[in-house]
């Protein structure tokens, strides 16, 4: 993208803002029911779905598949940030956190994604069970958006019991503050939880991202026939079973937050 200064791209309005920092060369429209004045008086010449464009580009992507998968970079580590986030808000959140967690780990965690239907549900899991994952004497952030009172209060109760602590965020709408969120995962230690947006947006910013998954197959298809999810080496995948419990994933889970955090 880089390459490019005449270039209109059409997206969700809430990414548009890490987006113009990333790449201030193009031009980026709000995505909705009608199209933009703007799309429509541009007279462009070309027009493209994004799920297209890798096609062009199956050279480069094998070589950065190889490159990947020679530098060993997809355990769960810190990578590259691919997108630029918001300085003053990165700063806020940091600070926000060091006193709320007074040098110790934290962790983000979210447990579901409100599009809800049986392929998807499968995936998902309650507060109670990814409390058991996050190692005891930790700090726990609530990502999860639009979650209920009784699953914040389920989720402060497994705390209780295992040890770590609840942090609350004030004044940050998780579904519609997409910077914030963005400044948020760029800080935390690690998140944890089932393949929905908010892992892709760690991954994007670098953030180790333990991803849990039901997956007969024990793959899914960004993977592109490799070890690991190529464009986001940040994630690390746990598949099991769709008829595997839950518990043996969590507890997986707890032992590399254990190893890689201590």
């Not at 193009?26 to 009608?34: D, Q």
């Not at 769960?76 to 780990?105: I, M, N």
């Amino acid at each position: 993208l880089m390459n490019y200064t005449d270039l209109i791209i059409e997206c969700d309005r809430r990414l548009i803002p890490i987006f113009e920092r990333t790449f201030p060369l193009l031009s980026f429209e709000p995505r909705g029911e009608n199209v933009s004045r703007r799309m429509i008086d541009s007279h462009h010449e070309y027009e493209c779905a994004i799920g297209d464009v890798p096609k062009y580009y199956v050279g480069p992507v094998e070589q950065f598949i190889h490159e990947c998968a020679t530098e060993n970079n997809f355990e769960a580590t810190s990578s590259r940030s691919l997108l630029e986030v918001d300085p003053k808000k990165t700063t806020y959140w940091k600070q926000y956190l060091e006193h709320a967690c007074l040098g110790r780990r934290c962790f983000g965690v979210f447990w579901r994604s409100k599009v809800n239907f049986a392929k998807r549900s499968k995936n998902y899991v309650s507060p109670e069970v990814i409390g058991k994952c996050i190692p005891a004497g930790s700090v726990v952030v609530n990502l999860q958006y639009e979650h209920t009172q009784q699953e914040d209060a389920h989720l402060k109760t497994i705390a209780e019991l295992n040890g770590f602590q609840v942090v609350d965020l004030p004044g940050i709408d998780l579904a519609e503050d997409i910077d914030d969120l963005f400044s948020l995962l760029k800080v935390v230690d690690a998140v944890v939880g089932p393949l929905i947006s908010t892992s892709w947006f760690s991954a994007a910013v670098g953030t180790p991202a333990y991803t849990f998954r039901k997956e007969e197959a024990g793959y899914i298809w960004q993977q592109l026939g490799s070890e690991f999810v190529v464009w986001a080496p940040a994630v690390r995948m746990y598949f099991s079973q769709p008829s595997d419990p839950w518990e043996n994933t969590m507890s997986m889970i707890h032992g590399d937050l254990l190893q890689k955090f201590g």
